[in-house]
């Protein structure tokens, strides 16, 4: 509505011409799951079994067959790829997944527990 599009309030939500629902995050507008509740607000960030993009949330993707990594560790088998959060070696941001960023020394922890020695911090 044109209110809406004036001065959304956080929660607001629309639905646009292809049936898709949005919620206002308060900051952008974020489309909704196809497949979940209308009272949940995943975020749909993947593509349905059509291909169409910003469909469905990781859960339902991978009910349907369509989840694919956005960011796979370069270093992990073909066959069991996990998501990079770590940098290599060289300091190049989220390129290995944990087990492999430990493998090559880069890994750190990004929220150290304060009462663990600092020797052998854990998250």
């Not at 009272?39 to 067959?65: H, M």
């Not at 796979?72 to 996990?82: A, F, G, L, N, V």
């Amino acid at each position: 509505c044109q209110v809406c599009r004036i001065a959304p309030k956080r929660g607001a939500a629309r639905c646009l011409e292809d049936g898709r629902l949005q919620h206002w995050s308060g900051s952008r507008w974020r489309t909704m799951c196809r497949d979940c509740p209308d009272d949940c607000t995943k975020v749909a960030g993947y593509p349905d079994e059509e291909g169409k993009s910003e469909r469905l949330c990781a859960s339902c993707a991978k009910a349907a067959g369509t989840h694919r990594l956005r960011r796979p560790c370069r270093c992990c088998p073909d066959d069991c790829k996990k998501a990079a959060n770590y940098a290599d070696r060289e300091g190049n941001a989220k390129r290995l997944c944990a087990s492999c960023a430990r493998l090559a020394g880069s890994y750190s922890v990004s929220n150290p527990c304060p009462l663990c020695p600092d020797g052998c911090k854990k998250e």
